[in-house]
């Protein structure tokens, strides 16, 4: 651009050396070559003529086709341009109307290109695309633009059943000032302003402009995103969409892009066909912020298949398995903290995941809802794995999960809601309406401090090398932060397993545990690790929740007698039966060590 603008202020005819096809011109140094093989006869004529002043070799990047990767050369050509400087201040101010996701991109780099923009060179010399409707006269050179059918008709000429070459270029018009007849000129529009004029392409006026949002390549800024604002801006209509989501380019997981040549493309239908249409989506949604560049890293869908989509169908995995078959459903109206905490954590989700959406935010959307799923698999289905009231509960906060997620995750969505009731499809559902009152803001404060507190404890716990299924007696808190009722305090001691949570202001430390496993505690723990062992095997032997069996078990008579004092060991392990002798004749059989013991376990359904 800089030589060719000092050219132009020393040059009063700009000379054109090379043709069409890129071959040097007749009467110039490598006559018939094309420009890449001349060099050498540009040179000796310039030693020849003595106006070299200076030969050396640069290393440099230079554009080759994409296609066929033959290199590229610029020349002049003369075309029609549309005076787009003119309009920067109208092209500025259609911009400041416009919300750009990401932000920066609004006075960056779109905003810094419409501080400088250039003049539109709108024509292309090609058979195919839009004809431009410039006629000149054959005669005094006076053009004429054409704005409708009816000015072709007035102008002395007709209008063809196809406006597209060659039929447009027979139109023949009369000149308005000489009266001779006038000629199309032989270029088409650049593909470009087509793009920019998709709004109006019915020849109409657009019902819907501008438009809600549009959505394309972070590269689109000096393309697409730029040819639309700027054909609305010249028809006078301003900014034809009011949103703007700007992404980043799809790389291979070392930053470099994608090519054939380079062998590191990924079959999309391969990877869809693998993990889901819907992990992907999820993946792109949340991998990074939209306009940042996505190393495309396999292992990363497996990551995040696991972190939502496994989770979340885990989650309906437990409620399916311990729902009672063809129980009425209620909407439950339970006062249990867990399930207000549940509850409340379900409505403030759906506000922050609709306010999010209402500002074209859909990544930050995403992780919102990554977070509820967290919370209700963690910790809810955690810490109510005993109570059968929570399952109505359960099936309320997946239902609306279902309907949530159904505009990210359309198939998956419509499976868990489908599995879920009798409705039609999710996609034929209202958007959940959140209760701002069942948004208990300080029991979710309270509820992230026990789990918080839990953490450390668990964390005491692994320091002393205590598996968590052996019973501790207490757990000191300090507590500095928040008051916490009688009902989280139990909560925080069945998460660490300990009989008592002690709230202390005078310990050093956030947490204090006490270690310390009597005879009674480490029974209790032994037994703990029996159940544990037992629905192993129910879960092996693939038996319902509801399935009863009789349990055969072989074990020193100290551990029997442990096991014939407990009365909760048969419900807990949903046993019709134990008996204290080893039998052939079992589902599943296992044999642990337990309290430097062998135990001998095995299973057989009663059905």
């Known amino acids: 651009e800089d030589d060719l603008s000092l ?35 540009i040179l000796e004529d310039l030693i020849k003529r ?69 003049d539109w060179a709108i024509s292309r010399e090609r058979y195919w695309g839009t004809p431009l409707p410039i006629w000149e ?179 309906y995995v437990f409620y399916s398995t311990y729902n009672i078959p063809d129980s009425k459903f209620i909407i439950p109206d339970s006062q249990n903290i867990l399930d207000r905490w549940i509850v409340a954590r379900l409505n403030e989700t759906i506000l922050d995941v609709e306010k999010n959406l209402n500002d074209y935010e859909i990544g930050d959307a995403a992780k919102v809802l990554e977070l509820l799923v967290s919370d209700l698999s963690h910790w809810y289905i955690r810490r109510s794995r005993k109570r059968a009231e929570a399952l109505p509960v359960l099936r309320n906060v997946l239902i609306e999960i279902s309907k949530l997620i159904a505009p990210f995750t359309p198939f998956f969505g419509e499976a868990l809601y489908k599995s879920l009731g009798d409705g ?50 207490k757990l000191k808190i300090k507590n500095s932060k928040l008051k916490i009722s009688e009902e989280l305090l139990k909560i925080l001691a069945d998460e660490i397993n300990v009989k008592e949570v002690i709230v202390d202001s005078k310990i050093k430390e956030d947490v204090e545990l006490d270690i310390n496993v009597t005879e009674e505690l480490k029974n209790e723990g032994n037994i703990r690790e029996l159940v544990r062992a037992v629905q192993g095997l129910r879960h092996d032997a693939k038996y319902s929740p509801q399935d009863k069996m009789v349990l055969h078990v072989d074990l020193p008579l100290e551990l029997q007698n442990l096991l014939e004092g407990n009365k909760d060991f048969k419900k807990d392990i949903n046993a019709q039966e134990i008996v204290f002798e080893k039998s052939e004749k079992t589902d599943r059989s296992i044999e642990i060590d337990l309290d430097d013991s062998k135990v001998w376990l095995g299973i057989k359904s009663d059905s």
């Open 7 to 41: 050219m132009k202020s020393r040059v009063k005819d700009f000379p054109v050396t090379i043709d069409d096809r890129g071959r040097m011109k007749a009467g110039l140094p490598g006559a018939g070559k094309h420009i890449k093989e001349a060099d050498k006869d």
């Open 50 to 118: 003595n106006l070299l002043f200076h030969q050396t070799t640069i290393e440099h990047d230079y554009p080759f086709c994409w296609r066929c990767s033959n290199a590229l050369i610029y020349f002049p050509r003369f075309s029609w341009f549309i005076q787009m400087s003119k309009l920067r201040n109208d092209l500025l101010e259609a911009n400041n109307k416009v919300n750009w996701i990401p932000q920066y991109l609004k006075e960056g780099r779109f905003g810094e290109w419409l501080q400088e923009v250039k």
């Open 137 to 315: 006269c054959d005669k005094c050179e006076e053009k004429l633009v054409v704005g409708s059918k009816k000015e072709l008709k007035e102008n002395g000429g007709f209008v063809p059943e196809d406006l597209h070459r060659p039929y447009i270029d027979e139109v023949k018009l009369i000149c308005p000032k000489c009266k001779s007849s006038m000629t199309r000129v032989k270029e088409v529009a650049d593909v470009w302003f087509d793009s920019g004029g998709m709004p109006f392409a019915s020849g109409e006026h657009p019902d819907h402009y501008p438009a809600d949002y549009i959505c394309e390549a972070i590269d689109q800024t000096r393309g697409w995103f730029y040819t639309l604002l700027a054909v609305g801006v010249l028809l006078e209509e301003g900014a034809p969409y009011k949103n703007v989501i700007s992404l980043g380019h799809l790389l291979d997981k070392h930053g470099q892009k994608m090519s054939k040549s380079k062998g590191n493309v990924v079959d999309p239908w391969e990877i869809i066909n693998k993990y889901g249409v819907d992990v992907v989506r999820w993946y792109f949604y949340t991998i990074n912020p939209p306009a940042e560049p996505k190393k495309f890293d396999e292992a990363d869908l497996g990551k995040t298949f696991r972190r939502f989509i496994s989770l979340l169908y885990n989650s």
């Open 424 to 473: 039609v499809s999710v996609h034929l559902e209202d958007w959940p309406k959140a209760s701002k009152k069942l948004v208990d803001s300080k029991l979710i404060e309270a509820m992230n401090e026990v789990r918080n507190l839990a953490s450390l404890g668990l964390a005491k716990r692994a320091g002393a090398g205590i598996k968590i299924r052996q019973p501790l007696q």
